[in-house]
C-alpha cells in the first residue's frame, strides 16, 4: 500500500468517533494521549502490512467494484474524487468539533477514526468499524486539569489491531471492501446514482427499454450496483443486440423484443439476471460435448 | 449533522478565568482593604494569584506532555485586542476604584466579583489574561473556513500565538488549553516564565 503520507514525520494526530443520533450522524474528535495517539500510528502502520499481504506478488490493487463479491480482508482502492467517497471525502476534510463526553455511551457509536497530519501538510484519515469498544470515564482530579482519554493498564479502551479503511491526499485505501461499504455509504451512493447509471448506458444501448429497469434498480441494490458497475467499467460500449440476446438465451434470461420500436424489453423477473449479462457475470461453458453449462459469478476477473 | 460545542475541562477554565484576575488581586494586595488584615489579605491574594496560574501552566505542560494538539485552518481570524479594553473596563477600573468601608460593601464587591468570574467562564473568555500580553502573544478569533462541507464545525477557534497576522487558509497546529483555546505549537518555551533573560 503506497499512502500519500510520511508515517515517520506524524506531526498531528487526532482521534475521533462517529455517532448515531436522533437528528442521524455525527462526527466529532476527541481528546487522546500520547500513547493512544502512538496505538493508532501503530494500527495505520498494521493495515499497511496487511494490505500488502492480500496483493499477489507483482500486482497492484484493484478498483473497488460495488457489484464485486470480496474477501473479508481484501486491497482494493477507490480514487477520492469518486462518486462513492462523497461521504469520505466529506470526512477527510472537514474541520470537526471536540467533544470529549463523546464515549459516555458507546453502543451509539457506530466507527471511530483517526485524522494524521505529517509533516509536509499531508493529511491522512484512518477509519474501522469497532469490534468492541468500551470505555469508561475516570474522575480523578488529573482528569479535571485533563480530560484526554487515557490508556490505562486494564482492558477498558480497546482498539483494534487495523484500520477498514485509509484515506490519503489522492485515494482511498480499502482493506475491508464490507466495512467501507457500511461507512462509505456506499449503498446510498449507488441507488442515488442509478438514473444517471441508466442514461449513461443508455446513450451507448439505444436498442434496450431500460425504463422498467430503472424503477427497479432504483429499490435494489444489487441491481443499482450492476448498473454502477456496467457503467463504471465502459463495459456498455460497442455491444452487439444479437449476440446479446444470444447470451442471454443460453444463460436463461428471457428477453422480448417490442414490435413498435424493435426495442429490447425485460421482464421484472429477468432483470437481474439481464443486468449479470452485461456485467460479464452469466456464462456459458461446455467442456463435454453437447452439454453446455451456465454460470452465475459473484466476483470475477479479467483475464484477457 | 448537527455543529456540537461541548465544553470540557470546566475547572481548569475556572481557574483560567481566575488567573486572568491576577492583576486585581495584586492591586488589592497592594492598597489593602481597611476591613481585612493584610496578612490575611496578601495571603488570600498570593493564593489567587499563584494557584489558578499554576494550574494554567500545569495545563499547558500536559498538552505538550500527551501531545493534545489539532490542526486549526483559518477562514477567517480578527484580532481580540479590542477583549482586553473590554475586560480593562468591565473588570479592573471598576473593582480598583471601588470603596469597601463596611462589610456589606465587602460582600457586594465579592459577590459582582462572583458574577464576573461566572460571566467570563460561561462565555469562554478564560484567555483573557494579561500574561499573555506581557509575554508579548497576540489572541486571535479564528474562525473555519465556509465551505459546503456538512460535517464540518461551524464554531470559532481562540489561538494564542506570537504571530502578527494569520493568513486565510493557513493551517496550524495548536495545543488543547480547552476545547476552543489553543495554543500555537512552537511558540511556548519555558523560559518565557522561568529564564527570560535566556531568550
Redesign the interface.
Known sequence: MELEFNLQAV????FGVGRS?D???????V????DV?GSLQEMVEQTKKEADKTLESGYEPERYNPAEAYGTKEYVYLPLKDDLTEHLR??H?????????ALSDPSTIFCYFAKM?DGD?NHLTALRRPTQFKSVLKKHLIA?????VRQVEEDMFQLDYDFDLIVDEHNVHILRPLGFAALGGVQSAILEAVPENIASIREHMDFVDFSNIEEYATNHPRAASYLASIRSQGQMENIDPALLQELCNVTSVELSIREEDEKITVEERFILGFLEVLDRRRYPIELRRGARESYKAYGRRKTS | ??????E?????RLMMVLSSMAPLFIIWAIRGIALIPNSLLISVCLLLVAAPHA?LL??IA??R???????I?VGDAEDNRTHLLVYLFSMLLPFYSAEIGSYRELAAVVVALGFIVFLFWHLNLHYINLLFAVLQYRVFTVY??K?E?????R?SQVLITRQRSLAEGE?I?GY?LS?TVYLEVGHWSWNLIFRPWKL
Open positions: 506531526e498531528t494526530v487526532v443520533v437528528q442521524g450522524t455525527e462526527f466529532c474528535e481528546s487522546a494521549d500520547s495517539q466529506n470526512l476534510n472537514a474541520n470537526l468539533t471536540t467533544d470529549n463526553d497530519v501538510g479535571l486539569i485533563n480530560d484526554a | 449533522m448537527q455543529n456540537i460545542r461541548r470540557g475541562l470546566s475547572v481548569a494550574v500545569i495545563r500536559v498538552a506532555r500527551q501531545n493534545d494538539k489539532r490542526q485552518v473555519p473556513p465551505d462541507n456538512p460535517l464540518s464545525n464554531t493551517e497546529s488543547r476545547n
